[in-house]
């Protein structure tokens, strides 16, 4: 998720109560809410799309949970002791606990990966145990929604406190309401997922399984863009252009299908030439597909974020790749 969203989940657990349990709780829960992003800072060594083989991983798993908030309590009680000693540590701060801190950073930290595991984007929360991706499709990564009612009832809990009277109750409801909001939000992706799958299962004549994705998207919280397709297990030398999309509802039939690629590559034996990003790249991808460029290269896409017109942010260019004619079965170039 975004961090806005991760900032205001911190902020509602403090809200609750837990913010009077030492000074500097606050800074605890946000910072430690939004702590796992730090692996952002792969940008800087990471060229291309190779950050999409390094993120949401090692600092998003079992070992990161325990050690980021210990060293953001370190820091934090260290700010305070600073602060005392040079005489400008505000009155009104609560003492502070290392423990308080500690608990309350740990607190943050989790539900910054049980945010991020509600999209389709994926996150390897066992890391550095095991690399497998997991996958909540339930929201979408930005969800206005979310933003409105837990910045609500944030506005409203400070405005309350403020004012002398019960400030813990609006956080409290706000928390309990968004866990029912995402609760009815999975339902509704398992719903999509199910019903897309059987309508697929029972037309497609393919030895292979079947990839169903029921993707959240912008605003309409109660649509789906399934996405489905034959999935090769464990045969990556063929990415074929088999993934289709269509908008699923509960108040709609779902609609007309159509194929994601305008050229697309019925199968692709020789992929290595891309190199580092290439091998990130399908570390990654849930829905690879192969597709040809205008100019005949082929670039490898993920049917979950197929965008032409932000073709460089998930795509990686093989241009000395040739895209074979479709066919039922793959061939030798």
Known sequence: MDNLTHSLVGVLIGQAGLKKKTGL??????????LPDVDAACFLWLDGVEHLGFRRGITHGPPAWLLLPLVLAGLLYGFDRWQAKRGTRPAARLPVSFKWLYLLGFIGCLTHPALDWLNVYGIRLLEPFSSRWFYGDTLFIIDVWLWALMGFATWFSLGREKRGGEWRRPARVAIAVALVYIGANGLISRTASSDVGRVVSAQSASEHGTLVIASPVPFAFWERETIWGELAFGNLDALGPIYRVGRWSPFRELGQESTLPQQPCAWLEEYGEGGSETEAFLFWSR?????QAPD????????????????DRFTVALPDVECDAIGPEPRQP
């Open 25 to 34: 709780a606050m800074p605890a829960l946000i910072i430690g809410a939004n």
């Open 287 to 291: 829905a690879p597909f192969a597709e």
């Open 296 to 311: 005949g290269s082929v670039l490898l896409r993920d049917a979950r974020f197929y965008d032409p017109r932000a073709r």
